[in-house]
């Protein structure tokens, strides 16, 4: 599967180097109950998209050190950790010193796993954020493990580029391994399942929006080895109505779960919370702290007036949790997704005016639609 079929299958844009081999299942896969009645919530979020990738670097300002960390698109989650440690070498080699606090701002996905990578470096935090968790963009994201969804224009992504971000994806996945086992579950491996009417040679119909998205990159080749092989399936070796079926195996974090323990660690460990909106840059000069990491998302594009950002609105409906469902879906040329989470069977499906587009409106319709496009697999 490339890249295009995952971005045409859904918003989280799984991708999925090489599917399949997993080992054989003892029991088909229950039936997910997908009807529009069943929709509890849908949640809209905007990707923070730099076309040059995530922004980590360094600048004085206001006579302190100021370390950008933001524009990490739809890998957000997925990249957070290594991204983290890439901000934490740039404080120590500004002079932060052991012990100093420091001041994090944003409480999404990056400044609550920077806040915890520079905890565990031996330094306190201080997170300032306008919202905090469930009312940040981080809580709208699918959760799925894909470090190479919208990270970066192909234009952007030279040879440098490109190893830098695949050092930094394998950084994180280590770290996000430390995670599993745990009793609220906030990552987890699931099966899932690629399905498609037509052979998977067949070209893909463009996805809505195509046409108003840049060109990205297929990165997910240089990190192939990180998950298991996947596999084409056999008719009777699945339950679904399509010709077409592959297993992959998938990395899903549990987000309510994961940010749940991520603050907890951080109130653990010392770090406090102060809720403040930043109205302009001037008002770092106003904190505390001498080293800042800025890890405000789309909050910095304009905050700071960065014109590489842009905003790529996202919509995911939550169904009533299905513990049973155990395993993810991706329809193929019908640009639907659906994701076995804890708090509920996760529905997503691409806009037409995703990219460029900042309204956190919900669109009860659209989401109504991947729901019956899903029923019919049933
Ligand atoms: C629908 C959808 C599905 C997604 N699916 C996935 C997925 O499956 N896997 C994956 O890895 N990623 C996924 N993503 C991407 C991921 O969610 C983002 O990359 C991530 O949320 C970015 O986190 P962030 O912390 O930079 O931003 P945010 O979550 O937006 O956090 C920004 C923080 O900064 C604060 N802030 C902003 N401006 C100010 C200000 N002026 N003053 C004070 N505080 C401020 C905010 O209040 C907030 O606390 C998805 C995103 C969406 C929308």
Redesign the pocket.
Same mark, same amino acid.
């Given at each position: 599967m490339n890249r295009r079929d995952l971005l045409a299958a859904g $918003?989280?844009a799984l991708t999925l180097p090489a599917l399949a081999l997993d080992f054989a299942a003892p029991r088909p896969p229950a039936a997910m109950r997908v009807s529009a009645d069943r929709i509890v919530d849908i949640?809209?979020?905007?990707?923070?998209f730099r076309a040059q990738g995530p922004r980590i670097e360094a600048e004085r300002r206001f006579g302190k050190t100021l370390v950008h960390h933001?524009g990490?698109? $739809?890998?957000? !989650?997925?990249?957070?950790w290594g991204t983290a440690q890439r901000a934490l070498a740039l404080l120590q080699a500004s002079g932060a010193r052991a012990g100093e606090r420091i001041a994090v701002?944003?409480?999404?996905?990056?400044?609550?796993t920077t806040a915890r990578t520079l905890q565990q470096a031996g330094h306190k935090v201080r997170l300032?954020?306008?919202?905090?968790p469930p009312?940040?963009?981080?809580?709208?994201?699918? $959760?799925? !493990?894909?470090?190479d969804?919208r990270i970066v224009t192909s234009a952007h992504a030279s040879q440098a580029w490109t190893a830098d971000w695949e050092s930094m994806a394998r950084a994180s996945f280590k770290v996000h391994q430390g995670y599993l086992g745990l009793p609220s579950g906030p990552v987890e491996w699931h099966d899932g399942y690629l399905v498609a009417d037509e052979g998977f040679d067949a070209p893909l119909p463009a996805y809505p929006g195509h046409a108003s998205e840049p060109d990205y990159p297929d990165l997910g080749g240089r990190i192939a080895d990180l998950r298991p092989q996947g596999r084409a399936l056999g008719a009777g070796e699945h339950p679904f109505r399509t010709p077409h079926v592959r297993r992959f195996t998938q990395l899903v974090?549990n987000i309510p779960a994961y940010q749940r323990l991520l603050l907890d660690d951080f109130a653990r460990d010392g770090g406090e919370l102060v809720r403040?909106?930043?109205?302009s840059p001037h008002e770092f000069a106003r904190l505390p702290e001498r080293h800042i990491v800025n890890?405000?998302?789309?909050?910095?594009r304009?905050?700071l007036g960065d014109d590489g950002m842009t905003p790529?609105?996202?919509?995911?409906a939550h169904l009533v949790p299905q513990p049973e469902v155990d395993y993810a879906l991706i329809y193929r040329g019908q640009n639907v997704v659906a994701l076995p989470r804890r708090d509920g069977l996760l529905v997503?499906a691409m806009g037409e005016h995703d990219f460029g587009n900042d309204d956190l409106r919900p669109d009860r319709a659209h989401s109504e639609d991947a729901v019956r496009r899903l029923a019919g697999l049933f």
């Open positions: $918003g989280a949640a809209v979020g905007i990707r923070p933001y990490h698109g $739809g890998s957000g !989650w997925s990249l957070s701002i944003g409480c999404g996905a990056i400044g609550l300032y954020a306008k919202d905090r009312l940040v963009h981080s809580s709208a994201a699918t $959760g799925l !493990w894909t470090p969804s974090f403040h909106e930043f109205r890890c405000m998302g789309d909050g910095a304009t905050l790529v609105r996202g919509q995911t997503a």
